[in-house]
């Protein structure tokens, strides 16, 4: 499927879900990558001011989920995440995150994504892994 379609595609299915809510949005992706973005508001501020972690690990589950689903999903079966770390490693105040899923193992059943999460700057906000699960429905 040609990659502007398959973006449109997975960015209609946000609607009305938590994507939608923090502003998430796929904008690229490559034969072995997925990214997304995400406005850094006060809507996802800790009350200091700066990106919430909980929103960042949201962003994070989302693009490495969604990347599983474009990658490994068979007609027949369903993705979960099942465990997710996140290292944080710079605030945020206002902008854009954006973050890129890149595969480090894609087996049968068990997938593990790599998600590096950057500023506009292009400078490091956080590290996460995420590992999925491939279920038959």
């Not at 909980?54 to 599983?68: I, M």
Request: charged content about 20%; some cysteine; aromatic content about 4%.
């Amino acid at each position: 499927m040609e990659k502007e379609l398959l973006l449109q595609k997975i960015n209609a299915r946000n609607a009305g879900t938590l994507m939608q809510t923090l502003g998430i949005e796929f904008v690229d992706m490559g034969d072995d990558y997925l990214e997304a973005k995400m406005p850094v508001t006060p809507a996802v501020h800790q009350p200091d001011g700066v990106l919430h972690g909980g929103a960042t690990a949201a962003l994070a589950e989302t693009v490495g989920s969604s990347a599983a689903a474009v990658f490994c999903r068979q007609e027949g079966q369903m993705l979960r995440g099942i465990e997710i770390s996140a290292n944080h490693v710079r605030g945020v105040r206002s902008g854009f995150v954006t973050a890129r899923a890149t595969a480090l193992h894609l087996g049968r059943t068990m997938q593990l994504w790599e998600i590096q999460i950057k500023n506009d700057d292009g400078k490091l906000v956080s590290s996460c892994k995420l590992t999925t699960l491939t279920l038959s429905e």
